[in-house]
């Protein structure tokens, strides 16, 4: 048997990095995550099915919404880290789920996923899944990709680099970003709002989190 | 192909999972601090001020690990300008347990290996000199040796006063001088 710790840092260079993995099966969000019913009602918990992962249910009201993240425990590095999920979200054309890194998502005001993040989100409107960038409090930068909503597990991947940052979306390159990098060191997220009065759910399968 | 016991905690999140950590006030005082918000910030544990102060983490006396076949793989700092960080494997709570440690001590030159057999116990130094970052530290526990690493550099092995029977992880800071704290950044344990 061999340690999966020397696989994850194979050299120097790479000993002494945050490196997290949830693989969300079991029968509850783990203590790893903070779960904050941001405005409205609404649930979480472990979904019993073939190949389920974690939930966030809001209430049907508009504007409702739930978040986890780290609690604003930020260990990854906002010029060097990477993300990867599996995501399901159950009806991307009337509310937003939004994944990746963040400053603070739970402890933000309601309707805001922070003054600095990076990720991944389907959205009432858009026609595609897109990426949002914020630095600093400024105007987030969208990027729309070229992969369609829809109710599908996707696969998600966002890199940050010491200049930029890129997606992925079902392995496949979907956008790269030069600039409007986070200002600070981020947490993990999930989050979702409704936009209208109905119930909404987004799905998490596993996450995975490290500094590079 | 056999699938032995093995154990992995990454130090990283809002908190700490209940119910695989147990946290034990070994003598005198202290306190857990909890997840570092921080860069490669881990899980902080400080002892009290008086010298012998311990305070640690441990599976509760919950021992899948043999004392003569398993490997602990981890990565850890010293916070404290004084005190000691240890971590390893532990037959039981108890400070004069048979058990494996990696010492990083504020009173020595360099950092060390610690193996007690539930008698009598004693330490080798390593060719690593002590100091307050991150290190990934590996030992593997045999029946004649204790095979160690710092930082995937080998050091010289351990013979004498090996600890015999079952094992659990354990981690923990203590006073020398002034309080100790040791902050967590990864624990990994299984058996051969």
């Known amino acids: 048997m061999s340690s999966i710790l020397e696989k994850l840092h194979p ?40 190949d389920n992962g974690i939930f966030l249910t809001t209430g049907p009201t508009v504007n409702a919404e739930v978040a986890m993240d780290f609690g604003d425990k930020r260990p990854f590095n906002k010029n060097g880290c990477k993300f990867i999920s599996k995501l399901r979200f159950d009806n991307p054309t009337i509310a937003t789920a939004f994944t990746g890194f963040t400053e603070q998502v739970s402890t933000a005001p309601a309707g805001s996923a922070g003054n600095d993040y990076v990720g991944l989100r389907m959205r009432t409107s858009d026609t595609f899944w897109n990426t949002a960038v914020r630095s600093g409090g400024a105007s987030a930068v969208i990027t729309d990709t070229a992969v369609f909503r829809n109710t599908s ?4 991947e966002i890199t940050l680099g010491a200049s930029s940052s890129e997606t992925r979306i079902n392995r496949g390159i979907s956008t790269v970003n030069a600039g409007a990098l986070p200002t600070v ?28 | 192909m056999t699938i032995n016991q093995k154990f992995l905690y990454h130090f990283c ?52 690990f043999d004392a003569q076949n398993a490997v602990c793989v981890t990565e850890f700092k010293r916070n404290s300008a004084n005190g000691i960080a240890r971590a390893g494997f532990t037959a039981t709570g108890s400070d004069v347990a048979a058990r494996a440690q ?21 330490t080798i130094d390593s060719n690593v000199a002590i100091d307050l970052a991150y290190h990934q530290y590996k030992m ?9 690493s710092i930082d995937k550099v080998l050091q010289t092995a351990k013979t004498t006063n090996l600890p015999t029977g079952k094992m659990m992880p354990q981690y923990h800071a203590e006073a020398l001088s002034g309080l100790g704290e040791i902050e967590m950044l990864h624990y990994e344990a299984f058996n051969i």
Do not use: Y
Not at chain 2, 27 to 39: E, F, H, K, P, Q
């Open chain 1, 11 to 50: 050299d120097v260079a790479s000993i002494g990095k945050s490196h997290f993995f949830d693989d969300m099966s079991a029968k509850k969000i783990r203590d790893w995550w903070s779960v904050v019913q941001k405005a409205g009602s609404g649930s979480s918990g472990a979904l019993d099915g073939i």
């Open chain 1, 153 to 156: 597990p996707f696969d998600l």
């Open chain 2, 102 to 122: 990696f010492v990083e001590d504020a009173s020595k030159t360099f950092k060390q290996l610690l193996s007690h057999d539930g008698s009598n116990g004693s």
């Open chain 1, 185 to 212: 060191n981020l947490q993990a997220f999930l989050w979702i709002i409704t936009s209208n009065a109905s119930a909404k759910t987004v799905e998490m399968m596993q996450c995975e989190a490290f500094n590079t």
């Open chain 2, 140 to 148: 593997t526990l045999g029946s004649a040796s204790i095979a160690w």
């Open chain 2, 13 to 64: 999140g809002a908190g700490i999972t209940t119910g695989i950590w147990f946290n034990r006030q070994i003598n005198g005082t202290g306190s857990v601090l909890g997840i570092n918000d921080a860069l490669n910030g881990g899980n902080k544990i400080q002892s009290g001020t008086s010298d012998g102060n311990k305070t640690g983490a441990d599976t509760n006396n919950f021992r899948q």
